[in-house]
């Protein structure tokens, strides 16, 4: 287990505290509509953190071709119509770029600054020069209104229970999913950016927005800046 990270309930947890399990009942919700709108239709898509495939798959039903990649062979087993590719984002190595790189489920926030700079480079590496980087942000009070929790209307409850300081600008968040059936729980470190400590972020790997596709800002377009 990844230090900081914690999960518990039935099933295989991964390195972060994702349960397989947990992830494989959760729906899509909007978002693969929102990458849809985003994009060009039949777009080359890598999905960098595509879990089970909750995204992947809505995707490939409307037309699009998905390279998924995962750290956790787990989670992978689970996507089915997509080329997959199991290993961390960070170190991915290919000799191809794509229309579409898309990184959701808040990675882009995770704890280990380092690592976020190294996820952001893969996402530059792997654009190509008229392509796009979607990215998901947590919204802008993720770390502060809480406790709080949702009651999805396939029947189960989400709560965010709380987000602790534990090291400079990084918060322990601890989050539950009650089922009829089951119960799980993650522990996660998660660092809160500023939209101008986003953005300042993206530049740094040679990204910038092109336009919040979202009200609350949680979905992004980045696009590639030109090289002199």
């Not at 729906?27 to 495939?53: D, H």
């Not at 787990?74 to 960070?90: N, S």
């Not at 229309?99 to 990675?107: E, G, H, N, R, T």
Request: aromatic share 6%; net charge negative.
């Amino acid at each position: 287990m990844r230090e900081g990270h914690q999960g518990t309930g039935p099933g295989a947890i991964t390195p972060d505290g994702c349960a397989v399990e947990l992830y494989s009942r959760l729906p899509a919700g909007p978002e693969p509509g929102i990458v849809a709108a985003a994009v060009p239709g039949g777009a080359r898509i890598l999905e960098l953190g595509s879990g089970v495939g909750r995204m992947t798959h809505p995707l490939l039903e409307r037309g699009f071709s998905v390279t998924a990649v995962d750290e956790s062979a787990e989670m992978l087993a689970h996507v089915r119509g997509a080329r997959t590719i199991c290993g961390p984002i960070e170190h991915l190595d290919l000799d191809e770029r794509f229309d579409v790189v898309m990184m959701a489920s808040f990675l882009v926030h995770t704890g280990d600054a380092e690592v976020r700079r190294g996820l952001l480079r893969t996402c530059a590496r792997y654009v190509a020069d008229d392509g796009c980087v979607l990215i998901q942000r947590e919204g802008a009070d993720y770390h502060t209104d809480l406790p709080r929790e949702r009651v999805d209307p396939s029947g189960f409850t989400v709560r965010i229970v709380s987000a602790d300081p534990v090291a400079d600008g990084v918060n322990s968040v601890r989050a539950e999913y009650e089922f009829p059936d089951a119960v799980w729980t993650q522990t996660f470190l998660a660092r809160p950016l500023t939209k101008e400590q986003f953005e300042q972020a993206l530049a740094e790997a040679g990204l910038r927005v092109d336009r919040y596709l979202t009200d609350d800002g949680t979905w992004v377009r980045a696009i590639p800046v030109p090289q002199e």
